[in-house]
């Protein structure tokens, strides 16, 4: 809300560039049961219709302002609309259903937005909505007890691509992984390296027993024991020589592991060990006094879960959580009867270790078998910092390989999975994580290899890459037929852009004017699919305006006999390819400017 004249104005901006305004005047006798000058303007918003024939944008702002103004949506939405239709940058504005206003902007309007495109460059779409807010993404934090599979691969780009997003549209974004090195699995892991070193040193170790790793990835973990070791770890027991391969085996297991995400472009700036939690200074322990501080644990006794057997029920008195004070349908374990902490107390206790770091916002990024702990961790964290801390846990479906349509078999090297690595090995990083972002993270996804290499609209990466690669060869070839013209942004939004008038031209500059409101969006909702979709559609008007250039030659980017057209028409280009090279690059795939 801001005044101009002493008067509340409230204001939209569309696409950074178009803002529609109106004056609420409460003197005004068009504006009788105005709108208090108090009155907030939260919850507001300015869209694209879903129905494209509506118009170009649709506006809650009468449903928003009817209570405060004393008059129904609709009645309301009648005095609005001419204070909205005075705006020179719009066409026609109309009233739908109970009080929505519906804006189709002028043609004359939309030379401007390709004008804006070309001169903010790199700057275009970023948004300040983020305030430099600290969020915390937390994703993959697979157990380091192997090479990534191709679940994790889902995960990992998925909260890879989030994190872009955010940071993009103005949030201060940490990338961390949770090392899960404190439970059972991590003994399971240094007894499988112990198995190798004993085959490293010349022993036959015939079949991997069941419970143990049986992957080959951890035969270099038993040579690296016997090249630093020798015999002497033979001559331990266990109580000795277990700590010291599991360090071992753990340390080549994260290098693995950060090798395999690099495959993918994925990195991140912290990786929190869970030890870390309990050795010296016990934070779960700490957790949990806070917690019995707030009378949110007691000593009682749990009846059995139903349908699935939960891992950490036991029929016992034992240390529990009140998580049904906050919505969840149970109270929770803390303590095992064998005096260890629940993998429950150590996540309340990492993700309150998360807000002390300074994090109130929280994004975790987990598989789909951990879908029922979203509600429990939330009550926690609900609890521990008296509702400050935010928590956003978001689930990737499972993924399902196949070729041709027929199942993929197993990976050798890793025994029991398909590697994320043979999966990027076979088809490049791009393709797997665009496809791996062109579905919503909760739908299950299947992964065609065939599909992900073909050459065909029906393949999403590659008609994204085509376009971005098609918009290359434009520019390739206008440096070839007009040497002399400066291809500079700069210069190319100085063209008369104002010849800009075919259908086709401005549905494509329509549709590079919503890509700074798609980010915006797909990042405050945490949807990177979001932006999948929105650069396929880009690509579509971008290949349409393409092939009807091909049936109409007046159309052609490259106009010989007309300078000035050409010159506007290469602007189009060079923003449609700005703008796809852009949002790929926030989903981490490479543009490419030629396809082979």
Same mark, same amino acid.
């Given at each position: ?98 009080? &929505? ?56 780009? &998925? ?111 912290? &990786? ?271 290949h349409g305006l393409w092939n009807r250039g091909k049936d109409l030659p007046q159309l052609r980017f490259i106009y010989e006999s007309d300078r000035e057209l050409t010159r506007a028409r290469v602007a189009l280009v060079a923003a449609t390819k700005r703008v796809l090279a852009m949002g790929l690059g926030i989903l981490g795939v490479h543009a490419l400017h030629e396809l082979h």
């Open positions: 809300m801001m005044r101009k004249n002493g008067f509340p104005e409230l204001s939209w901006t569309f696409s950074q560039g178009f803002t529609a305004t109106f004056w609420r005047r409460s003197s005004s006798s068009s504006m009788t049961a105005s709108v208090p000058h108090e009155a907030s303007v939260d919850g507001i918003t300015l869209g694209s219709p879903k129905d494209p024939t509506h118009g170009d944008l649709a506006t809650n702002a009468a449903m928003v302002l009817a209570k405060p103004a004393g008059a129904a949506p609709r009645a309301l939405a009648e005095r609005i609309v001419p204070l909205i239709a005075s705006d020179p940058d719009v066409e026609k504005v109309e009233i739908a259903g109970p009080g &929505f206003i519906n804006l189709t902007l002028a043609r004359a309007f939309w030379p401007s937005v390709l004008r804006m495109v070309l001169e903010q460059g790199d700057a275009y779409g970023r948004s300040a909505v983020g305030k430099g807010q600290a969020v915390n993404v937390e994703y993959v934090s697979a157990n380091p007890t192997g090479p990534m599979h191709v679940g994790h691969c889902r995960g990992a780009v &998925f909260g890879d691509a989030l994190a872009n997003l955010l940071a993009f549209a103005g949030y201060d974004v940490t990338r961390e992984y949770y090392v899960n090195d404190a439970g059972a699995q991590v003994d399971v892991l240094a007894r499988s390296a112990f198995l190798r070193y004993r085959e490293a040193l010349g022993e036959d170790i015939g079949d991997i027993p069941e419970g143990l790793y049986p992957g080959d990835y951890l035969k270099p973990v038993g040579e690296n024991l016997a090249s630093n070791h020798g015999r002497d770890l033979l001559d331990m027991p266990e109580s000795e020589w277990l700590p010291l391969v599991r360090a071992t085996a753990l340390k080549a297991m994260l290098g693995m592991i950060e090798e395999d995400l690099a495959q993918l472009g994925i990195r991140h700036d912290v &990786f929190f060990s869970e030890r870390s939690l309990i050795e010296g200074r016990d934070e779960v322990a700490e957790t949990i006094a806070d917690l019995r501080a707030k009378g949110l644990v007691y000593e009682g006794r749990l009846p059995p879960p139903k349908g699935k057997i939960d891992e950490e029920w036991e029929d016992r008195e034992q240390l529990l959580f009140r998580a049904t004070a906050f919505g969840d349908d149970q109270d929770r374990p803390l303590v095992k009867s064998d005096g260890a902490y629940t993998y429950f107390a150590s996540d309340i206790a990492y993700h309150y270790d998360k807000f002390r770091r300074g994090f109130k916002s929280m994004i975790d990024v987990w598989g789909a078998d951990h879908s029922g702990h979203i509600k429990r961790m939330r009550a926690a964290l609900t609890a521990l910092t008296d509702g400050q801390g935010d928590l956003d846990a978001r689930y990737c479906q499972l993924v399902r390989l196949f070729r041709a349509g027929e199942p993929v078999k197993m990976s050798k090297r890793a025994g029991t999975f398909v590697t994320l690595r043979d999966v990027v090995d076979e088809v490049g990083a791009g393709p797997v994580r665009f496809m791996m972002l062109y579905r919503k993270n909760d739908a299950p996804l299947d992964f065609d290899f065939a599909k992900v290499t073909e050459q065909s609209r029906d393949n999403p990466v590659f008609y994204v890459q085509y376009a971005h690669a098609r918009a290359s060869s434009v520019l390739r070839n206008v440096r070839e037929g007009f040497p002399d013209l400066d291809m500079g942004e700069d210069q190319l939004a100085r063209a008369d852009l104002e010849r800009l008038n075919d259908d086709g031209e401005i549905a494509l500059i329509r549709r590079l004017a919503q890509f700074p409101r798609i980010v915006e969006g797909a990042a405050q909702a945490h949807e990177p699919h979001r932006l999948g979709f929105y650069l396929y559609e880009l690509a579509g008007d971008f």
